[in-house]
């Protein structure tokens, strides 16, 4: 996918510590990717998928969705946000979905790994187009040239330079 680790680590480890023992814990890898993929197509950089995931971790940490961090963090960084979750929980309705919110009714552990299924369906829509663009192929040389430093440290390559 082009996402360097040492970019999204921090993030994921998180967000996985957040569902640990919940139901949403053994979807998390599939929702997480599922958001990888429709971040990539979207065109979101890293400090926009650190603000996505960090508003999701709360809301998967406080148990439910509230307006403060799908619509105010969530919402400023990810395209249709409250679209896609008015879709999946109020039947596309947003003015019911901000009373639901209000009424703290939006089960994070049920309504989150819904929300990132349809980011992956959205995703997919648009994957084979983004696998033709500059901006994947810069990504995934990002990402290789960052394997290609970590595989050189494990290996002794750090050491043999601080001889030199």
């Known amino acids: 996918m082009g996402a360097k680790v040492s970019d999204m680590a921090p993030d994921y480890t998180r967000m996985l510590a957040a569902t640990i023992g919940k139901p949403f ?7 997480f990717t599922d958001f990888m993929r429709y971040s990539k197509v979207m065109g979101l950089d890293a400090t926009q ?3 996505v995931l960090k ?3 709360q ?3 406080k148990g439910t969705i509230q307006s403060e961090e799908l619509r105010m963090q969530m919402g400023d960084h990810l395209p249709a946000a409250m679209q896609i979750m008015a879709d999946i929980a109020s039947g596309g309705d947003q003015g019911k979905l901000m009373k639901m919110m ?3 009714e939006l089960d994070s552990q049920k309504y989150l790994p819904l929300f990132f299924a349809r980011l992956g369906e959205i995703a997919n829509q648009g994957w084979d ?5 500059s901006g994947f192929w810069q990504d995934m040389t990002g990402k290789r040239i960052e394997d290609l430093v970590k595989l050189f ?3 002794g390559g750090n050491e ?3 001889r030199i």
Do not use: P
């Open 25 to 31: 814990a053994k979807n998390f890898q599939q929702g």
């Open 49 to 51: 998928n650190k603000l």
């Open 55 to 57: 508003s999701a971790t």
């Open 59 to 61: 809301m998967l940490s």
């Open 102 to 104: 209000e009424n703290r």
């Open 129 to 133: 187009k983004r696998l033709q663009t």
């Open 153 to 155: 440290a494990a290996n």
């Open 160 to 162: 043999a330079f601080v």
